[in-house]
């Protein structure tokens, strides 16, 4: 019976590959991407208020205030954009994914922004709160995106790029060796992604072939109890 399954979960990825499964499982991601994006970009604007009132005294207003108001803004068309997404009746379309990796890095290089745009680069103090908070966005958003590989290394490299050059511009082993760890730690962060979409890829891939199993097996329990029921009134009527 096992053997029998497995068989025919086998024949039903074949046939799925013939019918585009890779296309089903870009659309799947883009649902999965898109899913939680209002309640995630709140926290984020939150979050990013929070930080701002902490490292307040340490920063020049002129400075906080345009990052602040720029992370908040941003937050609009990424709300607008899921709700969109929500609500169509066509959620195939290629635009949706290419909209979101563009908001995406547009967020990314503004949470990059903490370090290079409102630390300044002989700021070893405050520095040291930043650079905690850009690699503990760009952990936690690889967590969340690791259903696609894409986006999670836009966001990767929208945050951490930045400010690994950023970090040379101090010319000194500090700077050199904090370029190095966030280089390191941005190779770490892909390196387990792509093994999270590896692993993701496959479930999609099981899930749409148990799905057209079921499919085909209640297609022929129902094609069995009518032929059942057509037989049935055959004999009932030969015997009268």
Known sequence: MVTQTRQ??????????????????????TGMLMGHISSISLLSCVFASAMCWLIYPLVDPMVIWPWLAAKWLVLVPRIWHARAFSKSPDQSQPHWYSVFIALLAVDGLLWGG?????????????????LACVVGVAATGSFMLHMDGRAAAVLQFTVLGPNALYCLARHDQFGLFGALSLAGFAVILQIETARAQRRMGE??????????????????????????????????TMSH
């Open 8 to 29: 025919t979960v086998r024949s039903a990825l074949s046939e799925i590959e013939d019918n585009g499964l890779n296309l089903r499982i870009r659309h799947a991601r």
């Open 203 to 236: 479930l999609l891939r099981l899930r749409f072939a148990l799905e057209k199993v079921a499919k085909e097996r209640e297609e022929a329990r129902y094609l069995a109890e009518h032929h059942s029921d057509a037989k049935s009134r055959f004999l009932a």
């Open 114 to 130: 903490v370090g290079w745009w409102l630390t300044p680069v002989d700021q070893l103090d405050l520095a040291a709160v930043t």
